[in-house]
């Protein structure tokens, strides 16, 4: 097991019970998301931490795979939707790349508040692509430090690894971050920031049919 996945089963507990932060915002992301999709949708949330995103999204779709590097926050997950009566999410542990669907078999791909925690994010990006049918939907929510003063965090990011405080975050810019989404294949639809400073960049973007 490494660094990261220690870090986030230490911190499935707290973080289940954690409240959220800007309701007004995840409600609007929420809906956004669900403006997209059908009943008979198969999609893939990776990142889910404790699954809540992908219980929200559960009766809007046939099916989700769920997948997440924490076997901790996973297990909350599976208790959550059990406690929802929800039977149409599977609950996977690993990364999007080692969960490894196939080409072109996913109607939509979620990564929610993850990517800046990702040292592989471009390939990861790829993955999405390769694996999302021509048209599918990308929908990411990612932390953008890069025009904050907090970007100097990263400074204190490889200690804070590795006395396990904190997993690797990567600085990144909104403008960054939706070039590499489109240099992956999409097209943006929808991208607006919100948060203290604007930090937080909310995009959906699709995959060119090609």
Known sequence: MGISEKFWDRKAEGYSRSPISDEENYRRKLSETQKSFTSDMHIAE????TGSTAICHAPY???????????NMLDIGRARAKEACIENIDFTRGTLIEFNADSASLDAVLGLNVIHLLADRRDTLADVARILKPGGIFVSSTVC?????????????????FLGLMPDVFILNEEKLAKEIVDAGFTIEIQWHHGMHNMAVFIIARKIDS
């Open 61 to 71: 779709v046939q099916r989700i795979d769920a997948i997440d590097i924490s076997e």
């Open 46 to 49: 990776f990142g889910c931490g």
């Open 145 to 161: 430090l890069g025009n904050s003063y907090l970007r100097f965090i990263k400074l204190l990011t490889p200690l804070g690894r």
